[in-house]
């Protein structure tokens, strides 16, 4: 079965086409980085306007790169939400439209489920069971998962996520949007113990996160250094990053021992923007082979938002015969554990 997948829940316009035998056969993604970064963040009406510009030329060319025409796709996976309601409602009309103009199915896919099964993507993919920690913009979790449509959220941030903690002191340290990267990048220049930032919950039972006052601890940090600039001078900027991307990381690892700990599972599987973190990988690698368990990830690429990702979970919902019926939906705010279990949805 061939599947076209759709992503445009954000800020990127994400096209993928996925066999079911032969794997993935052409993706694309074009970002809108350029179009919020003087803003500081994503504008919602700019991100859906330069969706509807971006998604028939991008899906054309990865049929043309596929060698593919209408004719040989099967189906069509777009994701319904969670995400921006406009930019959803781009993607989700466009892949809902096709479908009914080519007579195939479609289906609306959960953005996470997409970047909770994007390491299947890759080589030796995690057999079921695995516990997942979905580490993104907009979420940080922990989830048991037992299959397809089987998931069972063990903890969550109370307030910030990952990915938007790094976004935050990336803006105090005065770096570009999207922060993450920029943070990893300058804290390889950093010196590890300079500064040593606080491990939010860590003290605490249970499987939450909160970062958001480990986000108050960076910016008194950056005021009580900040030099004639506005900012502490060079080095200490990286040291600052330094500790921060280290108190994230060390929260982010010690939760998920816990979760490997309280399921039994000797599997984890990381995903979304925060799981490209090289630090993160390098540290879980180092933490989970004490306890004989291992960690798998998606390709730099697949981690932040892509087609690739929703295309394979839809491709896997359409071949147990799930379909969208023809008004078209979106869902904004859908929690991971309201999905059907792929078994059970095959009769619908
Ligand atoms: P969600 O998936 O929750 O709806 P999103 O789609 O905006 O949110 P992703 O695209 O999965 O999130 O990830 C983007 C986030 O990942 C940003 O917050 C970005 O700063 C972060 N990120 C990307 N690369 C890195 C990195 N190397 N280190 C840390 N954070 C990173
Ligand atoms: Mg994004
Ligand atoms: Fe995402």
Known sequence: MRVLGIE????ETGI???????????????SQIAVHSEYGGVVPELASRDHVRKILPLIQSVMD??????????????TSGPGLVGALMV?????????YAWKIPSVGVHHMEGHLLAPMLEENPPPFP????????????LVKVEGIGRYQLLGESLDDAAGEAFDKAAKMLDLDYPGGPHIAKLAEHGVSGRFTFPRPMVDRPGLDFSFSGLKTYTLNTVAKHKGPSGLPDEQTCADIARAFEEAVVATLVIKCRRALEATGYKRLIIAG???????????????LAKIHAS????????????????AYAGAQRLAAGMTEPLPINVTPRWPLESLPPLDASSTD
């Open 91 to 99: 993607g989700a009309s466009v892949g809902r439209s096709l479908a």
């Open 65 to 78: 790169t596929a060698g593919v025409t209408a004719a040989d796709i099967d189906g069509i996976a777009y």
């Open 8 to 11: 445009t829940s954000c800020d």
């Open 130 to 141: 695995f516990v997942a920690l979905l580490v993104s913009g907009g979420h940080t979790q």
């Open 273 to 287: 923007g925060v799981s490209a973190n090289k630090r993160l990988r390098q540290e879980l690698e180092v933490a």
């Open 295 to 310: 960690v798998f990830y998606a390709r730099h690429e697949f981690c932040t938002d892509n087609g690739a990702m929703i």
């Open 16 to 30: 993928a086409l996925f066999d079911t035998e032969k794997g993935l056969l052409a993706h694309e993604l074009y």
